[in-house]
């Protein structure tokens, strides 16, 4: 089995707790549950991992504390985590005999560190691997090609998608405003940091009556972008979507309306990074995209 990486993987974790909301931790072992188990008792956290897997409260960890600290990892240290939880953002995907690692673009805080943060080891800690099939080789190189060749968010869009650039973000748009962001983000269950990323697109976005032009984003963020959109697909981060050309145009056209909204780094790498976690939740994907044909109507008008 060979470790594949797509370059150098770089990061420093900001301890933001953002992780730590709106997803599912599931547990890798019996041995595992048993831990947490005993750690909730000593925390006096009650029923914290209902069928393997642990409780939200709010969108958030159960373990999650008010200073968006892990209470596991403060009483005990990183190693006594959830093995998946020691792992993120590392991210590892195994098609055929590669192994895939890379770093979530789904982490809130990347933007910052992509480039410059300290070198991760590729190979370390991987114990949650996800296996993908190897179907999808052929029409995954086709688009990693070209987010490879394109210097550019829209350049990129515009080698994906067929006609002019202008009638799929014209399109692009009405599909955003109809998916109703604002609506999403208000369930009870939403992560806040979900809502603090995505609020000012939802906010935004009703406004918009025509394409607003070209983002306003730094050199890095541009490249952040291209680079956060070849991690969703080259990962596999979203398996629900079976077309790696469709899990890119949205990655890419998240990026033109995050930057549409952010034009600051920061701002625009959090509100990236909750649009990357957004488009593998099914509420989001059945309300972009609720059938073939408002997919095809999407991309050919
Ligand atoms: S156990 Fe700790 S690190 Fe894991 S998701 Fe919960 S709060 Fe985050």
């Given at each position: 089995m060979s470790i594949a990486t797509l370059d150098t993987l770089?990061?420093?974790?900001?301890?933001?707790?953002?992780?730590?909301?709106?997803?599912?931790?599931?547990l890798s072992s019996q041995e595992e549950l048993t831990q947490v188990l005993a750690q909730a008792e000593q925390l006096g956290i009650s029923d914290p991992a209902p069928k393997g897997v642990l409780r939200r409260v709010h969108g958030r960890c159960v373990f999650l504390g008010d200073d968006a600290l892990c209470r596991i990892h403060g009483a005990w240290g990183i190693s006594a985590k959830p093995k998946v939880c020691q792992q993120y953002p590392m991210i590892a995907t195994r098609v055929g005999d590669e192994t895939r690692v890379?770093?979530?673009?789904?982490?809130?805080?990347?933007?910052?560190?992509?480039?410059?943060?300290?070198?991760?080891?590729?190979?370390?800690?991987?114990?949650?691997?996800?296996?993908?099939p190897e179907a999808l080789l052929p029409h995954e190189e086709r688009v990693m090609a070209v987010l490879e060749q394109a210097e550019g968010i829209e350049q990129a869009l515009a080698m994906l998608v067929p006609g002019e650039l202008e009638g799929f973000l014209g399109r692009w748009i009405q599909t955003l405003q109809e998916v109703d962001l604002a609506d999403l983000l208000a369930d009870p269950d939403t992560s806040p940091s979900l809502r603090v990323s995505l609020g000012p697109l939802a906010q935004t976005m009703p406004g918009w009556s025509a394409i607003p032009g070209p983002p306003e984003l730094s050199d890095n963020a541009r490249a952040f972008a291209l680079h956060a959109a070849k991690r969703m697909v080259w990962l596999r981060l979203c398996p629900k979507i079976p077309s790696p050309a469709v899990v890119a145009l949205l990655s890419l056209g998240g990026a033109m309306a995050c930057g549409w909204?952010?034009?600051?780094?920061?701002?625009?790498?959090?509100?990236?990074?909750g649009w990357m976690r957004a488009i593998r939740a099914p509420a989001v994907l059945g309300r972009l995209l609720p059938s073939p044909q408002s997919l095809q109507t999407l991309v050919e008008g």
């Open positions: 770089r990061h420093v974790c900001a301890m933001c707790g953002g992780s730590c909301q709106g997803v599912n931790v599931s890379g770093l979530d673009p789904g982490c809130f805080h990347s933007v910052k560190s992509w480039q410059t943060g300290p070198e991760v080891p590729g190979g370390s800690l991987m114990v949650s691997v996800s296996k993908q909204t952010n034009t600051d780094d920061a701002a625009f790498g959090q509100a990236l990074a």
